[in-house]
């Protein structure tokens, strides 16, 4: 079972604001097209199965190019010489979805999943997984990452 779910930039402003990133790292991080990942084995009982994925074998389909997602890697990569202090390397790296992982019958996760795209744009996400001693493949056909609109909360959630 796979559930990406579309998150607004300012979501993850708070988010990484509250976890230590000034405005302009912040501003990097949200203008990266975030989800909500949720990965769960869900193999029954009688025919348990390993599931194992690798999201550096994913691929983000924009515009006739086929680009790689930014992966915890690539965020640690991208900030060792930054002034990005320790704890929000930390909070960042815990908060991504991991980008290799095997989940026994049962066993889930969830993380955010950046995809290297602006607020607004449509893709196309192949993935890749292992089960049942098969390599599988899946195409999710035009997924909108979230638009950066800045919503009154007061007006959203008090009535």
Same mark, same amino acid.
């Given at each position: 079972?796979?559930?990406? *779910?579309?998150?607004?930039?300012?979501?993850?402003?708070? $988010?990484?604001?509250?976890?230590?990133?000034?405005?302009?790292?912040?501003? /990097?991080? %949200?203008?990266? !097209?975030? $989800?909500?990942? *949720? $990965?769960?084995?869900?193999?029954?009982?009688? /025919?348990?199965? =390993?599931?194992?994925?690798?999201?550096?074998?994913? /691929? *983000?389909?924009?515009?006739?190019?086929?680009?790689?997602?930014?992966?915890? +890697?690539?965020?640690?990569?991208?900030?060792?010489?930054?002034? /990005?202090?320790?704890?929000?390397?930390?909070?960042?790296?815990?908060?991504?979805?991991?980008? *290799?992982?095997?989940?026994? =019958?049962?066993?889930?996760?969830?993380?955010?999943?950046?995809?290297?795209? &602006?607020?607004?744009?449509?893709?196309?996400?192949?993935?890749?997984?292992?089960?049942?001693?098969?390599?599988? &493949?899946?195409?999710?056909?035009?997924?909108? !990452?979230?638009?950066?609109?800045?919503?009154?909360? +007061?007006? %959203?959630?008090?009535?």
């Amino acid at each position: 079972s796979l559930r990406l *779910v579309q998150r607004l930039p300012d979501m993850f402003r708070g $988010f990484f604001l509250g976890r230590g990133f000034d405005v302009k790292m912040t501003e /990097v991080l %949200v203008r990266e !097209c975030a $989800f909500q990942t *949720v $990965f769960k084995n869900t193999s029954s009982n009688s /025919v348990p199965s =390993p599931l194992r994925y690798d999201l550096d074998k994913w /691929v *983000v389909h924009y515009q006739g190019k086929k680009l790689r997602m930014k992966t915890r +890697e690539y965020w640690k990569r991208r900030f060792a010489k930054s002034t /990005v202090s320790g704890s929000a390397k930390t909070a960042l790296h815990w908060a991504l979805y991991p980008t *290799v992982q095997q989940y026994q =019958p049962g066993d889930y996760n969830w993380g955010i999943s950046m995809f290297g795209l &602006r607020p607004g744009q449509r893709f196309d996400l192949e993935i890749y997984w292992e089960q049942h001693g098969k390599k599988h &493949r899946a195409l999710i056909k035009n997924m909108q !990452c979230g638009p950066d609109i800045h919503p009154d909360p +007061e007006k %959203v959630y008090i009535q």
